[in-house]
């Protein structure tokens, strides 16, 4: 297989783990998120616990092999990632630290306060991470101030502050919003009674809130953020080298790919088609079509901002030269084609595993359920 093929191969690969990542631990997050209002008592609160507790863990195998992926595939943005972003990431790490301890210890003490100390710790766990991941998105568009040294050692000259200016605050808002519907979905399909109801109040809400900022994104992108464009150099099949292209920024650049491949509209249709039919099945209290619905939301969202963003994976505000894309940013060709090769072993695996235990553990989980094993549940 030739070295641009290859490439794309994996530009692909990457959003495919990233979209996995946003279904599968997305809708634990989601929960997480609304684990403090929609769960009104602690029995409550514990039927939403264990809806999600058993499968978290598994989940997390799609953000752990989305980082490797970048890691392995694209090391420059790996490398350049870690440093701009770095404050940032230790903020996810350390919302990510309440969720282990939370789900394992929380029931373990009767004590209201502590129960209510963890399902907070839950809260932060599941709803700051969909925020810095969007905040993440949303700085791409902008462009991230680093550059590359001719020895392409990196160097960042921003902040942390520097990354929450409004666009990608709003990225933010969009990324929690798909998650805590995606969340509040699997809640209708995995409970009864009084959760059901307040998850789909939830719902509505959040498809609401998810169609409005997703659209006001967009314009926002349209109208007043300029893109990135390869003016000179920069070819699919050429070595990795981030230096070795000019690129220029132009009014509306963003947009250009869905004018050169019409066939990519279809992810922003997917996007606000999954969230009206998400909408829909809400209030027709049909959960899990919802879910289905959102989850094909997280893949037109995703979708959007990848293909509007191609070939550019980090633009480079300071010095565009520097930006790293799909064709300049990659490991060899050699790498490329054995780590495909695990893919393609593997990866099936995990999704007859992961289909094979949802599908043990599937039904509703009420509150007499809880009641009657308090002592062998989360």
Known sequence: MDYATLKFIWWLLVGALLVGFAIMDGHDMGVGTLLPFVGKSDAERRVMINSIAPHWEGNQVWFVTAGGAIFAAWP??????????????????????????????????????????????????????????????????????????????????????????????????????????????????????????????????????????????????????????????GLPGAPSDPLAKQVVQQAGAWLANYQRYPATLCLPALAFAGIAAGLIATLKNKGGIAFIASSLACVGVIGTAGASLFPFIMPSSSHPQSSLTAWDATSSQFTLSVMLGVVVLFLPLVVVYTSWAYRVMRGKLTVSFIEQNSKSVY
């Open 76 to 233: 420059f943005v790996y490398a350049t990632a870690f440093s701009g972003f770095y404050f940032a990431m230790l903020a996810v790490l350390w919302a990510l630290f309440f969720r282990p301890v939370g789900f394992d210890y929380r029931s373990k003490v009767a004590d209201p306060r502590w129960r209510n100390f963890w399902d907070w710790g839950l809260f932060v766990g599941g709803s700051v991470p969909p925020i810095i991941f969007g905040v993440a998105f949303g700085n791409l568009f902008l462009g991230v101030p680093f550059h590359f040294d001719d020895s392409l050692r990196v160097t960042y000259t921003g902040g942390f502050f520097d990354l929450l200016t409004p666009f990608p605050l709003l990225c933010g808002v969009v990324s929690l919003a798909m998650l805590v519907s995606h969340g509040a979905h699997y809640l209708m399909l995995r409970t009864d009674g009084a959760i059901a109801r307040r998850s789909r109040q939830a719902a509505i809400a959040f498809n609401l809130l998810l169609a409005a900022t997703f659209a006001l994104a967009g314009l926002w992108l349209a109208l007043a953020i300029p893109g990135y464009v390869i003016s000179n150099g």
